[in-house]
């Protein structure tokens, strides 16, 4: 039995759910968001409430049971409150700018990097070395900062480069530390 797949999932007020077969449409103050999910879960909408099920007791069905649970409560849970990762930057002279709805990175390189805000994510620089990402799509924000942080990664040695707000860095010793 999946924990996950069984527990219901809350819709507050204010969001409207829709659902046609196997596609799926949440509609909040911040947004709205689709997804066509697999043919071997059914969505059912009750006062309030969304419950997941499966059609069979199948590996695949088991596992899709719980997964589709989460990625329809991460739709809720996106278009009413929202979803932000938090980066920030080490290193001497490293930092970031704010170009726009664009952010523009000065990690190192003889040139600057421009990293553009697809749609639906927005860039906040509180200050020349965090930059917060935000949006209604968990997938999507998470992708983005995995994309920011893919430029200049955290190196072992000094720490420097880009990371998410506490993560640790392993570090190594170097050549003098025998």
């Known amino acids: 039995m999946s924990r996950i797949g069984q527990m219901p999932v ?43 099920s499966r059609l069979d007791d199948t590996r695949e069905s088991k596992a899709l049971h719980g997964l589709s649970r989460a990625l329809l409560n991460n739709m809720v849970v996106g278009v009413t409150d929202g979803f932000s ?3 920030e930057i080490h290193g001497v002279g490293y930092r970031a700018v704010l170009k726009g709805n664009d952010v523009e990175l000065q990690v ?20 020349p070395t965090k930059i917060s990402i935000s949006g209604i799509d968990k997938e999507k924000v998470g992708q983005v900062a995995a ?5 200049r990664p955290p190196e072992p040695y000094k ?20």
């Open 10 to 52: 809350t819709v507050p007020s204010g969001v409207d759910v829709t659902i046609d077969g196997n596609n799926v449409t949440v509609k909040g103050s911040k947004g709205e968001l689709t997804r066509d999910f697999h043919d071997r879960v059914s969505f059912e909408a009750g006062d309030g409430e969304l419950t997941v």
């Open 85 to 87: 990762k938090e980066l």
């Open 108 to 127: 190192g390189f003889s040139h600057t990097v421009l990293v553009e805000a697809p749609e639906g994510i927005t860039f906040v620089v509180p200050e």
């Open 147 to 151: 994309n920011i942080r893919k430029v």
């Open 159 to 178: 720490g420097k480069g880009i990371r998410y707000v506490g993560e640790y860095v392993r570090r190594k010793a170097g050549k003098a530390g025998k």
